[in-house]
């Protein structure tokens, strides 16, 4: 535990988010889900990343009572899924979320994608929420550049975060320099490629130069990269793993060799097509 890493990053309203915490999809068995979250937060995790859609929001908030740890130590995310999205819908859906959850704020809450017709609509929604604070950061996933244009033109609170899929495969630099210039911290999702990266040789052999595995050499590269990462496991050994990232450091060119993967090459689903 002594080199977990606990790094943050100040957020455009001063709001300070952990650079590093545990994603929580595809838990779906409720014991396994309860005793991941306990052993990740045991062992000095403090951000969860949950979601509406993961139906594991009710263990999440078990594990989170049974931690003991205070409110304020934590860092929660949640995000509307797509069949509830439109103004009085989000509002609906995040107070379900509030109650499976247990809590009576969120640190951040997302619109889940950018469904045509009804995301600024939800994203109006999320700005409320801000403005009532339930939650602490308004943010939005998966939305490319022209879904943040669309929504700067009627958003009064610019979004603070964009959660998107990026990894080593899918580096993502056009919509990267896009919300740096418009102070959007980018959150990684699937950081990990979803352990397709793991035996790939660049990654091991620089993670032998340094006692590290791939997986953690991934997890450093996107840290450097001022992105904040949620890998999920429900394994104990890689939830220990992944946090033992604060005691390395890449060297520029094996920062940039690992850039040199990018393929444009997504895991999941292309925002564009969501809903259509
Ligand atoms: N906003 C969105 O639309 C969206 C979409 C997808 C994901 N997310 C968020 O991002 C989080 C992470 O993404 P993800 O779950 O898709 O993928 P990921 O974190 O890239 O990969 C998870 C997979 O890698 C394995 N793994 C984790 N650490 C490992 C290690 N050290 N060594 C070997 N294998 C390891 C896990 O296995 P075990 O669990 O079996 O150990 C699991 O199969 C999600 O949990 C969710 O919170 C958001």
Redesign the pocket.
Known sequence: MSSIYTGTKQLKNGVEMPRFGL????MTDPEQTVEAITYALRNGYRAI???AIYENEAETGEAIRMSGLDRSELFITS?VWNTDQGYDQTLRAFETSLKKLGLDYLDLY?T??PMPGTFADTYRAIERLYDEKLIRVPGV??HHIHHLEELAVTANVAPMVN?V?L?PLLTQVPLRDYCLDHGIAVTS???????QL?DNTVLTEIGEAHGK?A?QVIIRWHLQHDLIV??????PE?IL??SQVGDFQLTDEEMVKIDGLNRNERT?TDPDTIGR
Not at 189 to 195: I, N
């Open positions: 994603g929580v999809y595809k990343d949950t979601a995000k997302l889940h994608w996933s998966n959660q899929e990894h999702w699937s950081p990990l490629a979803r352990g793991l595995t997986a949620i890998p999920k496991s429900v394994t890689r793993e992944n999941g």
